[in-house]
């Protein structure tokens, strides 16, 4: 094999059909997109995965336990949040709210993507400091 000669490329499918796949990438798009419109949306945001999770438990015609587990951990992340800005709210009385909101929501964010990339490489992820309501 010569130096230049590029090696094969594996392909990570995890033998999922095109719809699995399609539903994950929502799944994905849930993780994310609802921890940066968190926020901005007066908690609204929330509705994105928890209509994801409902829909995929219930009446989904493919069951994807992989996919529900994300979505209702997104969904339980998001709610924590909110719960969690009610005490940031107060805190705000008192100036720290004004450090404490920003950061936690900074950590959300990271959070999203490692639950995120979790979802894409096949992994369970749970969000750490979430209160498990669903």
Same mark, same amino acid.
């Given at each position: 094999?010569?130096?230049?000669?590029?090696?094969?490329?594996?392909?990570?499918?995890?033998?999922?059909?095109?719809?699995?796949?399609? @539903?994950?990438?929502?799944?994905?798009?849930?993780?994310?997109?609802?921890?940066?419109?968190?926020?901005?949306?007066?908690?609204?945001?929330?509705?994105?995965?928890?209509?994801?999770?409902?829909?995929?438990?219930?009446?989904? #015609?493919?069951?994807? #336990?992989?996919?529900?587990?994300?979505?209702?951990?997104?969904?339980?992340?998001?709610?924590?949040?909110?719960?969690?800005?009610?005490?940031?709210?107060?805190?705000?009385?008192?100036?720290?709210?004004?450090?404490?909101?920003?950061?936690?929501?900074?950590?959300?964010?990271?959070?999203?993507?490692?639950? @995120?990339?979790?979802?894409?490489?096949?992994?369970?992820?749970?969000?750490?400091?979430?209160?498990?309501?669903?």
């Amino acid at each position: 094999m010569d130096a230049t000669a590029r090696p094969t490329a594996v392909i990570l499918d995890h033998g999922l059909d095109a719809s699995t796949a399609k @539903q994950r990438d929502f799944g994905a798009a849930a993780h994310i997109i609802s921890a940066f419109l968190i926020p901005f949306s007066l908690g609204f945001s929330i509705l994105l995965p928890a209509g994801l999770y409902f829909f995929h438990n219930h009446f989904a #015609e493919s069951r994807d #336990e992989f996919l529900i587990n994300h979505m209702r951990e997104a969904f339980n992340a998001n709610v924590s949040f909110l719960f969690a800005a009610l005490i940031h709210g107060a805190l705000m009385f008192v100036l720290i709210g004004f450090l404490t909101f920003p950061i936690h929501w900074i950590l959300l964010v990271i959070w999203s993507f490692k639950a @995120q990339r979790s979802l894409k490489s096949g992994e369970f992820y749970r969000y750490p400091f979430t209160i498990r309501i669903f």
